[in-house]
C-alpha cells in the first residue's frame, strides 16, 4: 500500500517537474508593453522592460540603465545592448507557473538560472539616451 501511495503521489508531482521552453514569439507576445524583474537566490538581481519591435531596456541592480534588443537563435532569446555588443542567450521556460531564465547551455535549476519575480505595465525609471544624467 505504502509503494502505491508513494507512486500516486510521485505521479502527481511529476508536471510540475517538468518545463515548457517558450519560443521567440510567444515570449514577444507575453513581454511586451510588461517589465519584468528578476531575481537569483532570493536577491534582486534587475528588471527589464519590452518595448515593441524586440527592443529593451535592461535595469540593472545598481540602477544603471542599457538600451537593446532581442532576438531568438536556435531556440534561445538573444539579447544585445548598447554596452555590450555581444549577443547574452538565454533559455526561456515556464515550470509551475513560474517563468525562468537561464544562459543557454545550462541546464534546469542551473545556479546562474533568475526566476521572474514580478511583472508589471509601469516603464522603468532610466534617463533618456544622450541626456547626460
Not at 69 to 98: H, K, M, S
Not at 107 to 120: A, C, D, I, K
Request: glycine share 10%.
Amino acid at each position: 500500500m505504502r509503494i502505491w501511495c508513494l507512486a500516486l503521489l510521485l505521479a502527481a508531482a511529476e508536471p510540475g517537474w517538468s518545463e515548457e521552453q517558450i519560443d521567440g514569439d510567444t515570449f514577444e507576445g507575453m513581454s511586451t508593453g510588461t517589465t519584468m524583474e528578476f531575481g537569483r537566490g532570493g536577491t534582486w538581481y534587475g528588471a527589464e522592460q519590452y518595448l515593441p519591435d524586440r527592443q529593451v531596456v535592461w535595469k540593472y541592480a545598481d540602477g544603471t540603465c542599457t538600451y537593446g534588443e532581442w532576438f531568438e537563435r536556435n531556440g534561445a532569446l538573444c539579447f544585445v545592448y548598447e554596452d555590450n555588443p555581444v549577443p547574452q542567450c538565454w533559455v526561456v521556460t515556464r515550470r509551475y507557473i513560474d517563468t525562468f531564465v537561464r544562459p543557454e547551455g545550462t541546464g534546469p535549476h542551473s545556479p546562474s538560472e533568475l526566476t521572474v519575480t514580478s511583472e508589471s505595465t509601469e516603464p522603468l525609471d532610466c534617463p533618456a539616451p544622450d541626456l547626460g544624467v
